[in-house]
């Protein structure tokens, strides 16, 4: 910790810091890996600090900026669900569910929604064809109940959405 905080104010200090980076690789672009992974160690290190709240600040401006990247959305799912942050969690995983969609972690996916579920038994993704999606997913891990229970008034979550016939047959299939 005190080598982090000298490192962090070394000009203010008057220390000299020996840089293992040399020039050329600092005018090249990052990759959207490296940007990741910069932002996962800096969390680490907050984490570890037992500064969660700033840990979580810093995740949830990351994804603003990276809102498909999966890698930054499973570490603020973990904090989320580490600190018992019920609300925030709520939230995120209406974003989260994309993602995990758009990467096929439907494991992950359906996990995260029984979750929310727990928390709050009116949850429902923002769009219905990802509620559609999870129970898909669900009824084919053989999570029938999960399945139902996030169907069921499907059409007053959707109303006049046109996958409610769809939604009403798959729980008549899983009856």
Same mark, same amino acid.
């Given at each position: 910790?005190?080598g !982090?905080?000298?490192?962090? !104010?070394?000009?203010r200090l008057?220390?000299?810091v020996?840089?293992?980076v040399?020039?050329?690789s600092? +005018?090249?672009p990052q990759? #959207?890996?490296d940007i990741?992974n910069s932002?996962l160690?800096e969390?680490?290190?907050l984490?570890?600090e037992?500064m969660?709240d700033?840990a979580?600040?810093k995740?949830?401006?990351a994804l ?5 990247e ?5 570490q603020?799912?973990?904090?989320l ?9 709520l939230?995120h995983?209406? +974003? !989260? ?5 758009a990467n +096929?972690q439907?494991n992950q996916?359906?996990? +995260?929604?029984?979750?929310a579920?727990?928390?709050?038994k009116n949850?429902r ?5 990802h509620?559609i999606?999870i129970?898909?997913h669900?009824?084919?891990a053989g999570?029938h109940?999960f399945?139902?229970q996030?169907?069921d008034?499907f ?10 016939p769809? #939604? ?6 899983a009856?």
């Amino acid at each position: 910790m005190m080598g !982090y905080v000298i490192y962090q !104010y070394h000009e203010r200090l008057g220390v000299t810091v020996d840089k293992d980076v040399d020039e050329d690789s600092l +005018s090249q672009p990052q990759t #959207a890996e490296d940007i990741t992974n910069s932002i996962l160690h800096e969390v680490s290190i907050l984490v570890q600090e037992g500064m969660f709240d700033d840990a979580k600040t810093k995740l949830k401006q990351a994804l603003i900026r990276h809102s498909m990247e999966i890698k930054i959305h499973d570490q603020y799912h973990k904090l989320l669900v580490k600190t018992n942050d019920k609300v925030d969690l709520l939230a995120h995983t209406k +974003s !989260y569910i994309p993602a995990l969609i758009a990467n +096929s972690q439907f494991n992950q996916l359906i996990e +995260s929604v029984e979750l929310a579920l727990q928390q709050d038994k009116n949850f429902r993704p923002e769009k219905s064809v990802h509620t559609i999606t999870i129970a898909e997913h669900a009824f084919t891990a053989g999570k029938h109940k999960f399945a139902l229970q996030l169907l069921d008034k499907f059409d007053q979550f959707y109303p006049m959405d046109a996958n409610i016939p769809k #939604a009403g047959l798959m729980m008549c299939k899983a009856l």
